[in-house]
């Protein structure tokens, strides 16, 4: 088997609509989503969610970059040991606490509220998945991000875009641009065990847009998506069929 990529990077995204949290090594489970991605959510209208039994629901219940650009600006880190949870905007401590305390969750919850201008009319709700992940996708899916495609829609999107935009698990490096389309329906093996099947591409949203330091929209991506290559697709979606550690610099090998 010839290698058709390397690992670039590997990213987790704890709480739903904020920061990467680049990852030196991760065991992936079969038909498990990557450990420790999108673990919570902070719900802010009604989604009809049992905190303490939670299911997927659509991503338009929970505070998101697609319609709040401003979260980019803000910053976390999560350590699912303890479940303290830090946010920081600026560098400066915005919002903390141990997610299970409920005066912590509650102080958590109402910076949210107050982060808006005006506040959301509703305080938001922080939710911990447990065995659920809030990702967009219903199964447990991981997502695939070629570093050249990204190249190729920051060329037609007035500059350079940072590939954590595309808030993939993994972003891939020696592949031409819009290769990773060609793998749906493929296996491939990631490192030395792990073997993911691609399943679909990923369609695009107005998040992908967003400048991850200021907040702010300043790329047209969906619309010179649609316009150049008539689609609004960038990545690929893959599911663990075989499980094994990966970590940056692994290979990729079409099985």
């Not at 450990?35 to 209208?45: N, Q, S």
């Not at 829609?153 to 808030?167: C, Q, S």
């Not at 929209?217 to 290559?229: D, G, Q, S, Y």
């Amino acid at each position: 088997m010839t290698s058709i990529a390397k690992i670039a990077g590997l990213y987790r995204f704890p709480v739903k609509g904020l920061s990467a949290e680049p990852l030196d090594r991760v065991a992936l489970q079969v038909d498990r989503p990557l450990p420790g991605d999108r673990a919570i959510a902070l719900e802010f209208r009604d989604s009809g969610i049992d905190p303490d039994h939670p299911e997927f629901r659509k991503k338009s219940y929970f505070l998101q970059l697609a319609l709040f650009p401003a979260l980019a600006v803000l910053k976390s880190r999560f350590d699912p040991e303890t479940g303290r949870l830090e946010v920081t905007r600026s560098g400066a401590p915005f919002a903390e606490g141990v997610i299970s305390d409920a005066a912590d969750r509650e102080r958590i919850e109402t910076a949210f509220q107050n982060f808006f201008e005006p506040p959301l009319p509703r305080q938001p709700r922080l939710i911990a998945g447990g065995d659920v992940q809030f990702t967009d996708q219903s199964g447990p899916l991981i997502s695939l991000i070629n570093l050249a495609t990204v190249n190729a829609i920051a060329d037609v999107a007035g500059g350079p875009l940072d590939p954590v935009r595309f808030r993939g698990n993994l972003t891939l490096d020696g592949m031409e641009a819009w290769a990773e389309n060609d793998l749906v329906g493929k296996r491939i093996r990631v490192g030395d065990r792990a073997v993911l099947e691609v399943e679909k591409r990923i369609d695009r949203c107005a998040a992908t847009e967003v400048d991850l330091e200021t907040g702010e929209r300043n790329r047209p991506v969906i619309a010179r998506l649609r316009e150049t290559f008539g689609h609004i697709d960038c990545g690929v979606f893959a599911r663990v069929v075989e499980p094994g550690a990966i970590a940056p610099g692994d290979a990729l090998k079409v099985l």
